[in-house]
């Protein structure tokens, strides 16, 4: 039952996810102020002269090539600065007097956040102008079953060249629970930058055996996971399985001991639980 209702969590997190995604790339303020970098490809309008539209790349020094006015330096800039920037070219340089141009990105190719871990399709993804935690986690397909229940952001430090996923040890961790984030909490949510590393770690395993429905291993997705819970996790006790002499088998100073446990007590990362089968 409970497993069903975290991926009903996890099925709705996608969809609010891919709607936010759509509307996002639909905000055109937002995207305004999106920073130009090197290999985002740029659609240009012209209403003053049709021939000046077109789709043009940055180069990796941050300029590309305009008609008319030659190279220009968008590297750094914002769209709307771009804009700007174009406009004040063509009427400086006597082509226009009130030239009308508008500036969007065709591919983002610059900036970019890493995925890795427990989720469908780990990867690196552009940075679309504005994105946050649950946008990412959507492009890449949502976290598995066998996600731990937190997850880490990794800001790379200030002036780092970031060409993969920053290890924790090489930048500023962020911890996020991921209940609270499908339970919709807006300060888990967290706003992602360029060069940001997601990390998805995989749950520590329990074990459940004996008299249950579906018994073997199961993700230790939430620290306050207790037996009764756990239980569940395996379909429930079996009609001949008896809860009042539930014992767990655990490591405790790496020596294998027998736990005599309450259902309330919460569970450790491998611990292995045993329903015993009722005497009558």
Known sequence: MASKRFVGRLVFIVAVCVAAVM???????????????PQDM??????????????????????????LIGRFKAGGLTLRQVEEGLKTRLKSEGFFKNPQITVSIDQYRSQKVFVVGEVRNPGSYPVSGTMNLIE?????????????????????????????????????????NLRALQDGAPSSNAALHDGDTIFVPRAESIYVFGEVKNPGAYALQQKDTSILQALSLAGGVSDRGSTTRVRVMRIVNNEKTEVRVKLTDLVQPGDTIIVPERFF
């Open 23 to 37: 509307r996002a790339a639909a905000q055109t303020p937002a995207a305004a102020d999106y920073v130009v970098g």
């Open 42 to 67: 740029l659609a240009i309008t012209s209403y003053d002269q049709a021939d000046l539209s077109g789709k043009f790349t940055v180069e990796t020094d941050g300029t590309f090539t305009f008609p």
């Open 136 to 176: 990412a986690l959507a492009k890449a397909g949502s976290t598995l079953p066998t996600a731990s229940g937190e997850i880490v952001i990794v800001h790379a430090r200030e002036g780092a060249a970031v060409q993969g996923p920053t290890l924790p040890t090489q930048g500023d961790s962020v911890r996020v």
